[in-house]
């Protein structure tokens, strides 16, 4: 979107801001801004010239030689080849040693023997327009030797302005000038032409169908086009555009083409609605008809092209054939030439849905469609109206005929969205007023009121359909107040009062303990071959994935797999989602899982030596630590053999308080992963994630008196799980028992054969005194005695 910097200035007098200083600000506060251009670079050595008499050049048929008076003692002779040079007339001219913007010097030259000094140039060598076919006529009354840059207002700057897509008011320069005033739209105004032709007119209105100056104007389409108005112009004459208006439309890189086309452009990026002018003449009826296309029908569009429309395309007809596609391109049937001397003009809002789906099927973008497929301001057609008729009867002349005409089916409703200050507050981080808050608003076109119990009511601008809930207006607040005004430093925030769902918090919790294992997350798909799931699809993606995976840990396995197959040895995964199983209703059973599986070294290589490989003893840290976020209160127990069904070797098990299986944990056999000789054990887990709230982490202070240990070896027979003895001794010790851990395992010597020594470790403590040695020995007494009747366990040596 190009946007002219003097442009903005007569919509705003109230900016005062350099074109630099508006572009930073802009982007501060709506959308970013590309670049900015100087319209005026290289042209500051040229001047305008008057040719005083034209003749033939004696030597060349396809040359002429003009005299020019460029405000000069004496006129300067120039040859050119253009073809049409007018005597009297005014053109862009560069004297001899001067150079052109593209940098190419302009020379003292002789032509076929006559000399000429310097050039009359054309658009395309000026840097402002296509044109390079002849030279650059300028229009209107200049004085020989002018600056060229202030004959064509080229001292100006273009900024060029990336609209985001919800941002469909900022593609008119009334709306970039709304957000850039100080005052917002109070500072705004519409500027009077030159030699201004006021008009007063009526407008009547109409629900589908209506009259103006004998031409019916009809909606068939309500969906497609909520609102249309029609004006009818007479005893106009079509012709070049005078240099303000050409100047004008040249900054902001359009191309002038006649006076009226170039008044429906002038108002299409001053006010943002698009316009277009058919030639009364060429209007079958007359008539205009807004409905859908008819099977089979076509339309040869301004463009030349012939397209064949369907019936979803919504199409301006006269009162037989499509004569335009609403909303893109009008038809070159209808187009507005030299002879045209009566003319419709249309005005209108088309659904942005409708231009879409004809935009992409006929592969046609145009300046309208991008501002349709946005949405336009509906209400804003009125305004649109009134300023190109009295621009076309400025620069073109003519009268309206009649009233004008304003189909309106639906009337809008005044949207309104509630708006809690203390609600802003508490998502920006700041205090704001609600005085504030209105001062934010109010200059860019919202009106406030109140709305009890803390609420503003806020009636929201028509041209800004984004807005639809409260946290769009706190957006709003937010870049309107500034940025670069909010404090710098982090503040603790919950965007809402609703507990974070326990899953989300177990998740978490989950995620960073195996980021703290070394673990990278994995994500696979929930698709699997026949055998790893049960669930068949209906509609599978694959033909081999036709079912839901059963498990996560046979996916991650090939994850393994593929790594090992590639040359990488260690591996370390893990994966939250959900597995599928078989149930009774029309809906798979859901169950939302962890598992993870690794192979290879605890550690990196390090010149003091190899890591370990891992073993299963690490298993079960690793288990421990992922069962007491997944399900608080759960433990890690090892299996019976006789009751596990699965096929992990050395299997562990994760059991919940009242008895149920949440997950396995073991090695993964040979026969279960296709693994080269060299690669390591794999280990694998998968758990079911029952979250709770782990218990919270309380302070204690350090002790302050000492601690009594003892060492215990016990003789354990094999049968017998090292944990069961740990529980009878924290069962029938006292209070005072701190701690109990292992120290050391032996196996063999003396011992009984199936029986292990396993020395233990029990600190005790008192947090009021120091305990005697016979409260310690007492405590340790009846500890042996317990293990000797419940698990007959002995002390070593006893």
């Known amino acids: ?93 560069v004297g001899a040693g001067q150079a052109l913007p593209g940098g190419q010097t302009v020379k003292s030259v002789k032509l076929r ?22 030279i650059m006529q300028l229009h209107g009354e200049f004085k020989p030797g002018d600056s060229l840059l202030e004959a064509l207002e080229l001292d100006d700057y273009r900024l060029d302005i990336d609209v985001t897509p919800n941002r469909p008011d900022l593609l008119g320069h009334w709306g970039v000038a709304r957000e850039l005033a100080p005052g917002g739209a109070a500072d705004l105004q519409l500027p009077a032409f030159p030699e201004h032709a006021r008009v007063e007119y009526s407008v009547a209105k109409a629900e589908t169908e209506g009259t103006t100056a004998g031409v019916t104007v009809r909606i068939e389409d309500r969906e497609g086009c909520p609102r249309y108005m029609g004006a009818v112009i007479r005893g106009l004459s079509v012709g070049p555009s005078p240099e303000w208006l050409a100047n004008r439309l040249r900054a902001i890189g359009q191309q002038p083409i006649n006076n009226v086309v170039d008044a429906t452009n002038y108002v299409l990026h001053e006010l943002n609605q698009p316009l277009h002018a058919f030639d009364l003449a060429t209007l079958g ?23 064949a429309l369907d019936r979803e395309m919504l199409v301006i007809a006269d009162a037989e054939v499509p004569t335009a596609m609403a909303g893109l391109m009008g038809g070159e049937a209808t187009e507005v030439t030299e002879s045209t001397q009566d003319l419709f003009l249309e005005c209108a809002y088309f659904d942005p849905k409708r231009v879409r789906h004809a935009s992409k099927g006929l592969a046609l973008d145009t300046d309208a469609s991008f501002r349709f497929q946005r949405g336009m301001d509906p209400e804003g057609l009125p305004c649109a109206m009134q300023r190109v008729i009295e621009l076309i009867l400025t620069v073109a002349g003519g009268t309206v005929d009649g009233d004008a005409i304003d189909v309106h089916p639906s009337p809008l409703e005044r949207r309104f969205v509630g708006l809690r200050p203390r609600r802003v507050n508490h998502l920006l981080g700041v205090e704001l007023e609600p005085g504030t808050i209105e001062d934010c608003l109010r200059p860019i076109g919202f009106e406030l009121r109140e709305g009890g119990e803390g609420v503003l009511d806020v009636a929201v601008p028509t041209w800004r359909p984004d807005i639809e809930r409260e946290i769009d207006l706190i957006e709003e607040v937010a870049r309107r107040y500034g940025y670069d005004r909010f404090p710098d430093e982090m503040k603790t925030f919950r965007p809402t009062i609703v ?68 040359g990488q040895r260690d591996v370390r995964l893990f994966e939250l989602g959900t597995a599928f199983g078989s149930a009774a209703g029309p809906l798979p059973a859901e169950s939302i899982r962890m598992a993870a599986v690794w192979t290879g070294r605890r550690a990196p290589s390090h010149w003091t030596g190899e890591g370990g490989e891992w073993d299963v003893w690490d298993l079960k840290w690793v288990l421990t630590a992922v ?126 054969e199936g029986s292990r020594s396993i020395a233990w470790r029990l600190r005790f403590r008192a947090p009021d005194r120091t305990l005697t040695d016979d409260e310690v020995d007492k405590a340790v007494n009846r500890i042996t005695s317990a293990l000797q009747e419940k698990l007959n366990v002995a002390v070593r040596g006893a």
């Open 1 to 93: 979107m190009n946007v002219s910097y003097r442009w903005l200035k007569e919509l705003a007098p109230s900016i005062e801001d350099s074109a630099a200083e508006l572009a930073e600000r802009l982007t501060y506060i709506a959308v970013p801004v590309d670049d900015i251009v100087w319209l005026g670079e290289g042209l500051s050595d040229l001047v305008v010239g008057k040719v005083l008499s034209v003749s033939k050049h004696p030597k060349a048929d396809r040359l002429v030689v003009c005299q020019v008076d460029v405000g000069r003692q004496e006129p300067v002779q120039v040859v050119t080849g253009a073809p049409v040079v007018v005597e009297g007339a005014f053109y862009p001219y």
């Open 113 to 134: 023997g006559e000399p000429s000094e310097g050039m009359l140039c054309s658009e395309r060598e000026l840097g402002i327009g296509r044109d390079a076919a002849g």
């Open 285 to 307: 009826g007359p008539a205009v008809v807004i409905r859908r296309a008819h099977k089979g029908e076509r339309l040869r569009t301004l463009d030349g092209k012939d397209r």
């Open 499 to 566: 507990r974070e769902d326990d899953y989300v918090d177990a998740f978490r919790r989950l995620r960073e303990v195996m980021i703290g294992f070394g673990f990278l997350e994995a994500k696979t798909t929930p698709f699997a071959p026949e055998g790893e799931g049960e669930v068949r699809l209906l509609n599978p993606l694959s033909e081999r994935e036709d079912h839901l995976r059963s498990d996560l840990l046979t996916g991650l396995i090939h994850r393994v797999e593929h790594n090992l197959a590639r």
């Open 627 to 752: 069962a007491a976020q997944a399900t608080p209160g759960a433990e890690v127990q090892p299996v019976d053999h006789a009751s596990y069904s699965g096929n992990l070797e050395e299997p562990l098990a994760v059991v919940t308080p009242d008895g149920r299986t949440l997950g396995w944990a073991g090695r993964v056999p040979a026969a279960a992963i296709e693994a080269p000789r060299w690669a390591g054990a794999v280990w694998g887990l998968e758990i079911e994630v029952a979250p709770g709230r782990p218990e919270t982490v309380a302070y204690r202070p350090l002790p302050v008196h000492p601690a009594v240990e003892r060492d215990l070896a016990l003789v354990v027979e094999g049968r017998i799980p090292t944990a069961e003895v740990g529980g009878v001794i924290r069962e029938v010790a006292p209070a005072t028992l701190e701690s109990v851990s292992v120290f050391d395992v032996f196996e063999g010597g003396s011992l009984p």
